[in-house]
């Protein structure tokens, strides 16, 4: 196969990879040749290396996305490869998700991954009957030529491209996440009863509330509070009340092995993906109005300025009073006792005691001096076809902040109490950004006239000052990425080196047993360590919590993706028919093949390619993060307001392209130029 011709501009030496190694196809190139990274690359050491893979000899099926292989490799330029199949490292082969197309000559396969930048052949006899523009899965077929687009057979039906559910279908697919419950796993739920008191604690007495959003679909957490001055004057007890899913999902258990390989539930506009049976995580599991369930429990004490003075936690019995909302909490709060009385609910509700205990604990954040990112989530509207009706920011409210504060707390209380028991502890760890990342953020915020102190022992608050300064300012949005992006990722660990964002020394999940399997582990150890009953941590658990910690770290991060894609692709459908409609964006990231940028009102992202840029020589500066016209002197950086317009929105895989309108070409201006 001819070496594919280097384009790249010069990068600094990398080691060579070493001639034999392990390959994770991604996607194919424009002549339908897969293209592949090294299994297992950890990009703290940056981008990976592109390997471009020689066709699969003939009689032998192509490769696909999500293969591995074992490969020998021939360097052909700088971070570029030319891999030759060694050994396929699976007995079946990869499949492809896309959707079906017919045409005149031949069929063809469209890859909804985005990275394929090929379609596949669907032989006569090999479609399974699939209809035009049907989402389907396939597999590659033995193919005897070795260039040109490979064949495929479809091997799987998955539903129409135009279904209210289409989108969600493909995301799911692609990311491989478990959607079907094995049967004995959705047996054990639909025995799950009611929990009896027992030996527990009894909180039905309790005001306590479920506070959420309009559209959640399941309530794992309620919280109390009241004045309480016997540890502190001024200070307050707190009660946080999680589900007891431990009680229903036992070490070994089919439902616990259905849980582990899931480890998260996973959340799109349309649908959820649950970690759980709906019978547990939507009855059993879930904290009803008025409805006794189990809960495990951690009472608090805190001083008046938010400091936690003592803990207690148990298995209880438990009854909310109130299914209630973040927009009718803080309604509540903001229209004073008069709201109290006008509202539909007749228990007492502990409205005031929580805000007064939270401004307390936002007085202790404070001091403790956290990085407060705000980056506010999108929500995508749907109608009841499922079309996207609009993309709105959700908003952030003091009762968000509230919920989240007393969830710190209970997690960092459950953290300290495993370490006082020696229990096992699934921690939540957080490191400091790397001296690379740190340095890119310096570049980055000087050219903003922004200094940081020097040296890497950087402390969140310093982070967080930078994020002050451009409080109110168009680019603090911009600002606010950059600097989540420059953030080492969180994940679960059996060591503690403590959360750098939240500026904690130890940290655990415990409040979300419904949805994360960490949180589930941290339940178990907590009742074997305080001899809570049964439902405990196994010691096979104990012994593989390292394994474990890497298996749902991975399964987040999975979760995470997959979320993000199904949102690109409901902007992308929201934005299919405004192609070339003009939009305000601006540049959110520089590189020098292409400019990304985002589109100000419904958040959506996607690229301007240099080849549409005014005819000049880019010259890429990654320090000042700019594009420059070695003719011209045009600048295009970072965080630039522009004009833009879109030329192509492809829902099946996401994408979106856009060109950059030159300034003699918007309404109401007039070129520079004399």
Not at 166 to 194: C, K, M, Q
Not at 395 to 408: A, C, N, T, V, Y
Not at 520 to 542: K, N, W
Request: charged share 25%; glycine share 8%; hydrophobic share 40%.
């Amino acid at each position: 196969m001819p070496a594919k011709r280097d384009t790249s501009a010069r990068r600094p030496q990398r080691e060579h990879l070493p001639e034999a190694t392990v390959l994770l196809i991604t996607g194919t190139d424009p002549d339908g040749d897969a293209v592949a990274r090294p299994a297992g690359w950890d990009t703290a050491n940056g981008p990976p290396p592109q390997v471009f893979m020689h066709p699969e000899p003939p009689g032998q099926p192509a490769l696909a996305p999500g293969e591995r292989v074992l490969a020998r490799l021939k360097p052909i330029g700088a971070g570029r490869y030319e891999g030759r199949t060694m050994r396929r490292l699976a007995e079946a082969p990869g499949r492809i998700l896309g959707v079906f197309r017919p045409g005149a000559r031949e069929n063809r396969l469209v890859p909804t991954d985005r990275r394929a930048k090929a379609e596949w052949i669907v032989p006569p006899g090999e479609d399974a009957g699939a209809t035009p523009g049907e989402i389907v899965l396939a597999e590659p077929l033995p193919h005897h030529h070795r260039y040109g687009l490979k064949p495929v057979r479809v091997i799987e039906r998955l539903g129409n491209m135009g279904d209210a559910r289409s989108v969600s279908l493909i995301v799911i697919h692609t990311h491989d996440i478990p959607e079907r419950f094995p049967d004995d796993a959705l047996a054990a739920a639909n025995h799950a009863g009611a929990t009896t008191l027992g030996r527990r604690t009894d909180l039905r007495g309790v005001p306590l509330v479920t506070i959420d959003g309009e559209d959640a679909r399941d309530f794992d957490d309620a919280v109390f509070a009241e004045a309480d001055d016997s540890l502190s004057p001024g200070g307050f007890r707190l009660i946080v009340a999680i589900a007891d899913v431990a009680h229903y999902v036992h070490p070994g258990s089919a439902l616990d092995r259905a849980a582990r390989q899931r480890g998260n539930s996973v959340y799109f506009p349309d649908r959820v993906v649950p970690m759980l049976p709906e019978a547990l995580s939507n009855d059993w599991c879930s904290l009803r109005p008025n409805e006794d369930r189990g809960c495990m429990f951690v009472e608090l004490q805190i001083d008046a300025g938010g400091r936690k003075l003592a803990h207690r936690f148990g298995r209880g019995l438990m009854r909310s009073v109130a299914r209630l909302t973040y927009t009718q909490v803080q309604a509540m709060h903001d229209g004073g006792a008069r709201s109290y009385s006008s509202s539909p609910i007749h228990a007492p509700l502990p409205i005031p005691s929580l805000y007064a205990a939270y401004r307390g604990l936002l007085e202790a954040r404070t001091a403790r001096g956290t990085l407060d990112l705000d980056l506010p989530e999108r929500q995508v509207m749907l109608d009841p076809e499922g079309k996207v009706t609009g993309v709105t920011p959700r908003p952030r409210l003091d009762s968000h902040r509230l919920i989240e504060e007393f969830m710190i707390l209970a997690n960092v209380a459950a953290a300290e109490e495993l370490e006082k028991l020696r229990q096992p502890c699934m921690y939540r760890v957080h490191a400091p950004p790397s001296e690379e990342k740190l340095q890119s953020l310096r570049d980055f915020l000087h050219a903003l006239g922004i200094t940081l102190p020097p040296g890497n022992a950087i402390h969140p608050r310093d982070l967080d000052r930078a994020l002050r300064r451009v409080g109110g300012t168009p680019e603090e949005r911009l600002v606010n990425e950059v600097m989540l992006r420059s953030q080492s990722q969180a994940a679960y660990s059996a060591d503690n080196i403590g959360h750098f964002g939240l500026a904690l020394p130890r940290y655990v999940h415990f409040t979300s047993p419904i949805r994360r399997y960490a949180d589930l582990l941290v339940h178990r150890a907590l009742v074997s360590g305080l001899h809570l009953g049964a439902g405990g941590l196994a010691p096979e658990d104990a012994a593989q919590f390292a394994a474990t910690a890497e298996h749902v770290t991975a399964t987040e991060r999975r979760a995470q993706l997959a979320e993000r894609d199904a949102l690109d692709r409901y902007l992308a459908a929201y934005m299919a028919d405004k192609t070339g409609a003009h939009f305000a964006g601006r540049i959110s990231g520089v590189t020098r093949f292409a400019l990304f940028v985002t589109v100000t009102e419904s958040g959506a992202s996607g690229i301007v390619p240099i080849a549409t840029l005014p005819g000049d020589y880019w010259q890429h500066d990654p320090r000042e993060q700019t594009l420059t016209g070695r003719r011209t002197r045009r600048v295009y950086r970072l965080a630039q307001e522009v004009e833009l317009r879109l030329t192509e929105a492809s829902p099946v895989t996401g994408g979106l392209v856009f060109d950059i309108v030159p300034e003699t070409q918007q309404p109401g201006k007039r070129s520079r130029r004399r």
